[in-house]
């Protein structure tokens, strides 16, 4: 017998939909047998502490790393959402939440920025010193799920309430589903042993404890729609409650919709034969990509400002102006000539004036190609915020 034997769940028969079918029960954390701490396991947990270390430096050191969070955690709701099926891209996202553009926003936005909002509204409870602040835990996650589905296509799921149903995970039934999370009645007992594990003080590394929360919970699948998304905001949550990370910066989901196919059959073989140990790998070869992905983003998005910054001091005419749309443009990369005249109180002659020589740096691009109502967009900012957001034709995130 497998030495990982005790580490396997069991399976319980329940109906769905008139169908009777086997659900999968895991057993608590932490796993037992304990984890094999092999060298090459603890060489990419070395590996992602220095990567996460490097990040939390830089970030440190950017002159508005509000500005930086503010975009990455967009970027972040966009690839999150893009592997739950979802089309909205980072422009589409930005430009619908300055109002750029006009008309009724798509589901797919409107999912996205739900997203934002839940991830925003747990940051700012967690960090919240009166009574209304809470840690991590259960109540937390239902509350930021409510806000992920209270629009949308997923709105009729229940927001904020742990499924009454079951539920499964691919096939178009629950009779030739893939994966058939545990029943209403193991469900709960399953949350509450990953809850009491989640405040377990059991010196576990937080990154390794990171990446078994985020199984465990994929595994019970508490909720009728959004727990891949939720799963994924819980490692960033953990590990700022932790103060592994002062800003929530580490967010796995390009890393993980780039190697969607080694994720999904990792997560089975953890559920089938016990596999931890080559999960945390993945897992932690993830946290040190990202890591390091951010971090080098931060560093182009500095050099980006700085030398544009440069070159409006060296233009010239309209300097001032210039240097003013410049500063809005950093945190609003999609503008039109009404909205900067309002947030930096310039005339409309003026503002024209300055985006138009702002269009000749090449600093903005004008994305309409219309007379009037144009928009332009920060091209150099968002082409690096952009990467890997993209949606292929057809559907398929890039």
């Avoid at 002159?63 to 592997?83: C, G, H, N, T």
């Avoid at 009166?130 to 835990?137: A, F, I, M, W, Y």
């Avoid at 910054?309 to 000539?337: C, K, W, Y």
């Amino acid at each position: 017998m497998s030495s990982h034997a005790n580490r396997l769940g069991h399976f319980v028969s329940t109906v769905a939909f008139d169908e009777t079918v086997q659900a999968f029960v895991p057993p608590p954390l932490p796993p037992s047998p304990s984890l094999d701490i092999s060298i090459q396991l603890l060489q990419k947990l070395s590996e992602a502490d220095r990567a996460i270390g490097r990040l939390d430096g830089i970030t440190m050191m950017l002159p508005d790393k509000a500005l930086f969070l503010y975009m990455y955690v967009r970027k972040e709701a966009v690839l999150s959402s893009q592997i739950e099926g979802t089309q909205s891209t980072l422009d589409e996202l930005l430009r619908f939440e300055n109002a750029a553009i006009a008309g009724q926003p798509i589901d797919d936005v409107t999912e996205v920025s739900n997203y934002v909002n839940a991830m925003m509204y747990g940051l700012a409870r967690m960090r919240d010193e009166t009574p209304d602040g809470r840690p991590l835990c259960l109540r937390l996650l239902r509350e930021m799920h409510a806000i992920l589905l209270r629009s949308g296509r997923g709105e009729t799921k229940d927001p904020g309430e742990f499924r009454r149903s079951q539920n499964w995970l691919g096939g178009t039934r629950p009779g030739n589903a893939l994966y058939v999370p545990p029943p209403v009645v193991e469900m709960n007992r399953c949350l509450g042993d990953l809850e009491a594990f989640l405040h377990n003080d059991q010196t576990w590394p937080p990154l390794i404890k990171a990446g078994l929360l985020h199984v465990q919970f994929e595994t019970i699948h508490p909720f009728l729609d959004g727990n891949g998304r939720l799963g994924r905001l819980l490692i960033a949550l953990f590990l700022v409650e932790k103060n592994v990370l002062k800003e929530s910066l580490l967010y796995l989901s390009l890393y993980l919709k780039t190697h969607r196919e080694d994720y999904y059959r990792l997560l089975q073989e953890v559920r089938q034969r016990g596999a931890w140990e080559a999960w945390l790998e993945f897992f932690l070869q993830g946290v040190a990509e990202t890591a390091n992905n951010a971090h080098e983003s931060a560093i182009r998005i500095v050099t980006l400002f700085a030398k544009d910054r440069e070159r409006i001091t060296a233009f010239g005419d309209s300097t001032n102006s210039m240097l003013r749309i410049h500063e809005l443009l950093q945190i609003q990369p999609f503008v039109n000539a009404t909205q900067v005249s309002k947030k930096t109180n310039l005339s409309m002659p003026t503002v024209n004036s300055a985006l138009s020589a702002l269009e000749k740096l090449s600093i903005v691009r004008e994305v309409t190609g219309k007379l009037r109502g144009r928009v332009f967009a920060y091209e150099g900012f968002l082409n690096i915020i952009d990467e890997g957001t993209d949606v292929a034709p057809g559907g398929q995130a890039t």
